[in-house]
């Protein structure tokens, strides 16, 4: 059975940093591409970030270009969304899932809360 649960969120101040952690089980990371997603309330859950297995290549949107990175460890079967320079607008529940993502695998994510 395929688990995903992620951790690391919280309430920080703008201009602060968190990591996000997303430990997987049942299912081996390295041969498939991850992503990052999140959603607020009322709203569609949306892509954030991605790394593709191949090359490791990674997406960003454009609103988080130069503050988030996404990584994995594929030893530890972990992906990772380190996150600087937070802004009010990345409030959110954050969630990891393959891209595209598999909607048997979504966890019960990681809120973050960013003050103003």
């Known amino acids: 059975q395929v688990q995903l649960v992620e951790s690391g969120g919280g309430l920080v101040q703008a201009g602060g940093s968190l990591r996000l952690s997303c430990a997987v089980s049942g299912l081996t990371i390295w041969y498939l591409t991850w992503a990052w997603y999140r959603q607020t309330p009322g709203k569609e859950r949306t892509l954030v970030a991605r790394l593709r297995w191949m090359d490791n290549d990674a997406f960003y949107i454009d609103s988080v270009k130069g503050r988030f990175t996404i990584t994995k460890d594929n030893a530890k079967n972990t992906i990772y969304l380190q996150m600087n320079s937070l802004k009010p607008e990345d409030t959110a529940t954050y969630f990891c899932?393959?891209?595209?993502?598999?909607?048997?695998?979504w966890g019960q994510g990681t809120q973050v809360t960013v003050s103003s």
């Open positions: 899932n393959e891209d595209p993502p598999d909607d048997e695998y």
